[in-house]
């Protein structure tokens, strides 16, 4: 990281630390948020609380400046997600960033093998993380591996997942809310709960609404968060 040059007089409680709430966009990753932040306030130290894949929206915790020593503090928190699983067919991805496959018949799928599905996913457990994901395997990403058609292999892990509700079914899509201890996949839990339900599935949508007791309706967008910065810069 470059060094930290002087800052403006109404940057300097960014620098001294602050905790921001921001509501992550589709289609940015958490380091574009990151780098947003640096941009509109000119503090090189700024870090995250727990990443969201780029097609998932929803709650970061962004730490500045002397808060950054913070960050362990809250990526240790419960989470919360809402969100659909599109069932009759799997990605390598486990979400819609692959191309859907293997494609089958849910004619037969029933409201009761829904609901009964999740219990088997809820309690402490041990899950994949995909194989597509930031893990590092031999030094190396695991989805950079994968991208490379290379055999990747991961172990199970042990995650908690407090609740799995099932919110609405509009098959093929079914929207759920789950409540779960941090380092749980929710697009490997969208990709076993097809297979536990012999269709496949794949998670077709994400929302972080939740990270411990900070919700996602007090979170700003990253234009909001510019306009607040810039309304600094000008009474300061």
Excluded at 59 to 79: A, D, H, P, R, V
Excluded at 184 to 212: C, H, M, P, Q
Aim: charge should be neutral; aromatic fraction near 8%.
């Amino acid at each position: 990281m470059k060094k930290q040059q002087p800052v403006p007089p109404a940057m300097q409680p960014f620098l001294d630390g602050k905790l921001l709430l921001i509501d992550k966009p589709a289609h940015w990753t958490s380091f574009d948020v990151i780098r947003k932040i640096r941009n509109d306030t000119n503090i090189n130290k700024v870090g995250h609380a727990g990443t969201l894949d780029p097609l998932a929206t929803g709650l970061l915790i962004i730490c500045t400046g002397n808060f950054t020593k913070n960050i362990t503090e809250y990526m240790g928190m419960e989470k919360e997600y809402t969100g659909s699983v599109t069932i009759g067919a799997t990605t390598a991805t486990y979400d819609m960033e692959g191309r859907p496959e293997n494609i089958k018949d849910i004619a037969a799928i029933t409201e009761e093998q829904i609901h009964a599905a999740t219990k088997q996913f809820t309690g402490n457990i041990m899950q994949v993380p995909p194989v597509f994901s930031a893990i590092k395997i031999g030094g190396k990403r695991s989805y950079k591996l994968a991208r490379k058609g290379k055999e990747v292999e991961i172990e199970p892990r042990p995650v908690t997942i407090k609740e799995f509700d099932i919110i609405e079914i509009e098959l093929p899509k079914i929207y759920f809310r789950v409540v779960c201890s941090t380092g749980t996949y929710i697009r490997s839990l969208a990709n076993d709960f097809g297979e536990a339900l012999g269709v496949g599935g794949y998670l077709s949508s994400l929302r972080r609404t939740r990270i411990g007791n900070f919700l996602v309706g007090d979170a700003l967008t990253p234009a909001e968060m510019e306009e607040e910065v810039r309304v600094m810069h000008v009474s300061g």
